[in-house]
């Protein structure tokens, strides 16, 4: 075995295991990344917000005064069960009901259905700007992702609407990238989002975290807000292959194609003659 060989059959294997490193590195790195971000493993990753009484789920977090290159000031997230329409102040994140029950359903029995929501009423200025995020630790060793989630409106307030921004990035800087757009309306107006992986090439194996985010595209400019929401978010995607399984896959087609060969190649000594019409011969030819 040459040297070049014992160096191949060392790296390949070690290459995950540097990949590996790398991510957690990048994650160790990242303000706030000890907690907050959500590493993945099997895949799909499905979250329907129903136990967000005790919390917010890994990796989710809102934020106010959210800019197109900024995540914003980390907010608190109301875990109490909270009204579509409640306007107590500090509970512009809240825990409310899903759409499952009719929309003219009083407070009391919001409370009692089992399917929650994450919700968004922004009650000041930098809750206008706020924004529901979740976040990734990295992708590494990830690819062929797909995403859906639904968005509600849960209270509609005054005469105007809100644009709400579905947007992703990865990195901790730079501008979010635009996926879609919803616009709040009479609840509920449930839309079911989906982006599949042509729309997310960017995301496939990636060191760095992974933000995705429904973002106030209005900003503080609005007098009046809907109360907005999601629930049943769905993140899929697939194991990309090492190195490794491509060179076995790669070593399996070569000996496919040298036993084909083998199998075509005439026998030492044999020689196949044609002669016109239906007539054929075969002639053994002696070494000289
Ligand atoms: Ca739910
Ligand atoms: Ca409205």
């Known amino acids: 075995m040459d040297s070049w060989r014992d160096t191949r059959l060392?790296?390949?294997?070690?290459?995950?295991?540097?990949?590996?490193?790398?991510a957690c590195a990048g994650w160790l790195l990242v303000p706030g990344g000890l907690m907050g971000q959500f590493a993945l493993s099997g895949s799909p990753y499905v979250q329907d917000f129903n136990e967000i009484g005790t919390?917010?789920?890994?990796?989710w977090a809102v934020y106010t005064s959210s800019t197109a290159t900024t995540l914003g000031t980390a907010a608190t997230f109301t875990m109490a069960l909270t009204s579509w329409a409640g306007?107590?102040?500090?509970?512009?994140?809240?825990?409310?009901?899903?759409?499952?029950?009719?929309?003219?359903?009083?407070?009391a029995e919001q409370a009692l259905n089992p399917d929650r929501a994450l919700g968004?009423?922004?009650l000041n200025a930098g809750s206008r700007d706020g924004s529901i995020v979740f976040a990734l630790a990295n992708t590494a060793g990830y690819g062929d992702f797909q995403l859906g989630f639904d968005v509600f409106t849960a209270n509609n307030s005054g005469s105007t609407n809100q644009t709400y921004n579905i947007e992703f990035r990865v990195?901790?800087?730079?501008?979010?990238?635009?996926?879609?757009?919803?616009?709040?309306?009479s609840p509920f107006g449930v839309f079911s989002f989906s982006s599949g992986s042509s729309s997310l090439t960017l995301l496939n194996d990636q060191l760095d975290p992974v933000f995705f985010r429904l973002h106030n595209a209005a900003g503080a400019s609005d007098s009046s807000y809907d109360t907005v929401a999601i629930d049943n978010f769905t993140l899929s995607y697939s194991a990309i292959p090492e190195p490794s399984t491509y060179a076995m896959i790669g070593g399996l087609?070569?000996?496919?194609?040298?036993?084909a060969r083998r199998f075509r190649r005439p026998w030492p000594g044999l020689r196949l003659n044609?002669?016109?019409?239906?007539?054929?011969?075969?002639?053994?030819?002696?070494?000289?």
């Open 87 to 107: 306007s107590t102040t500090g509970t512009s994140f809240r825990n409310i009901s899903g759409p499952t029950i009719p929309s003219t359903t009083l407070a």
């Open 55 to 59: 919390g917010l789920p890994d990796g």
């Open 171 to 185: 990195g901790t800087s730079g501008p979010f990238i635009l996926l879609g757009t919803y616009e709040t309306t």
């Open 120 to 122: 968004l009423r922004p």
């Open 10 to 22: 060392i790296c390949w294997p070690m290459k995950p295991i540097f990949r590996s490193l790398a």
């Open 253 to 259: 087609v070569a000996l496919a194609c040298a036993a």
């Open 274 to 288: 044609r002669f016109s019409g239906t007539e054929r011969s075969i002639r053994f030819n002696h070494p000289a």
